[in-house]
């Protein structure tokens, strides 16, 4: 049962594009949605969170949009940059349970020069 | 400096064997994890431990036996390790029980041959 589904698997694009990742979440009980950046032989490092109180959160270059009536929420890279090629993981967990952090599948995302 | 380090980085070890994965964190969490990774990048939870006391067993083979002594520290211990063991291990840590995200080690890359 994947309870946190993200898309796409991967994604190229060009240097200074968008790239937009979606992921949607079945369980209402969550209410913590964090974004993880994975660089290749490392571990995930949190790059930015939302609760879902809030319908956007910026940070630097990263912005999350949060649709808490559609159970979605999505990750946006403004003015993407080659060294923000990594593979990115959306997770879900709730507050009122035992710590779980329940994660996407992952996206590769490569941008390129 | 580390925050969450992890030892060994790689581990190549036969069919059969006992080994033991070390992880140690020094931000102060009250909760550790175990994640395993596999070869399509999927991140699972195996175990939790907040402060000393396991929270969370994701229906983990009996072969592996988590250990925390005291709450900086979470070992992992595998006997009579197979094929599919292999994969990159994690180790994490949180405070607020993964309230505010989790930090993740390097990762253990358990080769089994």
Known sequence: QQQVKQSPQSLIVQKGGIPIINCA???TAFDYFPWYQQFPGKGPALLIAIRPDVSEKKEGRFTISFNKSAKQFSLHIMDSQPG????YFCAASKSSSASKIIFGSGTRLSIRP | DTAVSQTPKYLVTQM???????CEQNLGHDTMYWYKQDS??????????????LIINETVPNRFSPKSPDKAHLNLHINSLELGDSAVY????????GRAGAFFGQGTRLTVV
């Open chain 2, 90 to 97: 994690f180790c994490a840590s949180s405070q607020d029980r």
């Open chain 1, 25 to 27: 979440y079945e369980n």
């Open chain 1, 84 to 87: 923000d090629s990594a593979t």
């Open chain 2, 40 to 53: 399509k990048k999927f991140l699972k939870i195996m175990f939790s431990y907040n402060n000393k006391e």
């Open chain 2, 16 to 22: 059969g064997n006992d080994k033991s994965i070390k």
